[in-house]
């Protein structure tokens, strides 16, 4: 399973545009770049999922460069409740046709007024 | 259900003790995950459900460990003879497999195991 590496935490303030980026030098071809953000005393919350270019939905967008050894999730316009930890995953099908979610420590985004 | 329910919410026992966690998943999810988030540390996999069987128990720390599905729905979680390095936040997730794409996983609120 691909091991990424993201930064351990970042500060914003209201307003400004995030971007996080993972590195995933051992991606594998099947693979996808998947996001998920925790909020203290609760369960991780998909953001978004990309396999290649850009993709954006109502929350963010994700970057993903040609050789998909990194990617970047961009929170555009902060706001004081996006302060969580944003968790980087490479997710891999197992043999048995399932996801087992392998999670790092994450990037832990505190937003400034 | 709206979401991934789990009980009790949290839970302080003392060493020896069992305990048993509860996740109800999201109805028509056929998927059911649990993982465990010591203090300050990520999310490790502990088990995966398919229906009632589990094909994948590899997370699971040691025999003390146990789960169980009934019905497709329900699931428990059981630990025997609980230590303190058992605390820790157990996270249940559930999934509506589909095999075209990796399946977002919808996480419950977690159990709050403290054991003294």
């Known amino acids: ?113 | 259900g709206a979401g991934v329910s789990q009980s009790p919410s949290n839970k302080v026992t003392e060493k020896g003790k069992d305990v048993e966690l509860r996740c109800d998943p999201i109805s028509g999810h056929t998927a059911l995950y649990w993982y465990r988030q010591s203090l300050g540390q990520g999310l490790e996999f502990l088990i995966y459900f398919q229906g009632n069987s589990a094909p994948d128990k590899s997370g699971l720390p040691s025999d003390r460990f146990s789960a169980e599905r009934t019905g497709g729905s329900v699931s428990t979680l059981t630990i025997q003879r609980t230590q303190q390095e058992d605390s820790a936040v157990y996270l249940c997730a559930s999934s509506f497999a589909d095999r075209g794409l990796p399946e977002t996983q919808y996480f419950g609120p977690g159990t709050r195991l403290l054991v003294l």
């Not at chain 1, 970042?10 to 307003?15: I, R």
Request: with cysteine; aromatic share 12%.
């Open chain 1, 1 to 113: 399973l691909a091991k990424t590496t993201q930064p351990i935490s970042m500060d914003s303030y209201e307003g400004q545009e995030v971007n996080i980026t993972c590195s995933h030098n051992n991606i594998a071809t099947n693979d996808y770049i998947t996001w998920y953000q925790q909020f203290p005393s609760q369960g991780p919350r998909f953001i978004i999922q990309g396999y290649k270019t850009k993709v954006t939905n109502e929350v963010a967008s994700l970057f993903i460069p040609a050789d998909r050894k990194s990617s970047t999730l961009s929170l555009p316009r902060v706001s004081l409740s996006d302060t969580a930890v944003y968790y980087c995953l490479v997710v891999s099908w197992t043999e048995g046709g399932y996801n087992k979610l392998i999670f790092g420590a994450g990037t832990r985004l505190a937003v400034h007024p």
